[in-house]
C-alpha cells in the first residue's frame, strides 16, 4: 500500500485556503505539530482551527509533543535550520516521548491521509520536514502543500 504524508505552513494562507489545499489534496486529518497551538493569526489558535476544519469535514488531531522546543523556533525564526534540526532531534524525536509520538502519528497517517501544521510556509525551515524524512524511513511519501 503506497502511504503519502502531506506537510502544510499556514503562513500567507486563511482558513478558507487551507481548507482548500487540504481538499484538493485529498487529505482527511490535519495533524497540528506546533508545541504551542496558539496564534495571532485568524482562525489559527486550536478551537478555531479544529471547528474550522471539522465544519469543513476534515479531522484534526494536535500533536503537542512533536512540536518544537522554544530554542527550536528561536534558531528557525533567526533561519537557523541546521541549528533547529538539531536540537528538535535531539530534545523531541531522539528521545523515548519523541519515539512514541511519532510511532503514533506514523499510526495516524497510514489510517486516513494526514497532513502536517506548522507556521513556516517553507518547509526546509521547519521541524515538519523533520518529522517527514522520519516517516519517509517508514515507508511514506511526503508531498509538501502550499495552498
Known amino acids: ?41 485568524r482562525g489559527f489558535s486550536k478551537g478555531a482551527l479544529k471547528a474550522g476544519l471539522e465544519g469543513a469535514g476534515l479531522a484534526y488531531a494536535h500533536a503537542r509533543s512533536l512540536g518544537t522546543p522554544k530554542a527550536g523556533r528561536a534558531a528557525a525564526r533567526a533561519h537557523d535550520a541546521d541549528l533547529m534540526r538539531r536540537i528538535y532531534c535531539e530534545e523531541v524525536l531522539d528521545t523515548a516521548d519523541g519515539g512514541l509520538a511519532l510511532d503514533a502519528l506514523a499510526e495516524m497517517a497510514a489510517a486516513a491521509p494526514t497532513c502536517l501544521l506548522c507556521f513556516e510556509r517553507d518547509p526546509e525551515r521547519c521541524h515538519r520536514r523533520v518529522l517527514a524524512e522520519r516517516l519517509d524511513a517508514r515507508g511514506f511519501t511526503t508531498v509538501d502543500l502550499f495552498g
Open 1 to 41: 500500500m503506497h502511504k503519502t504524508v502531506f506537510t502544510i505552513g499556514y503562513e500567507g494562507l486563511d482558513q478558507e485556503r487551507l481548507v482548500a489545499a487540504l481538499r484538493d489534496a485529498g487529505v482527511g486529518l490535519l495533524a497540528d505539530v506546533r508545541a504551542v497551538a496558539n496564534s495571532r493569526k
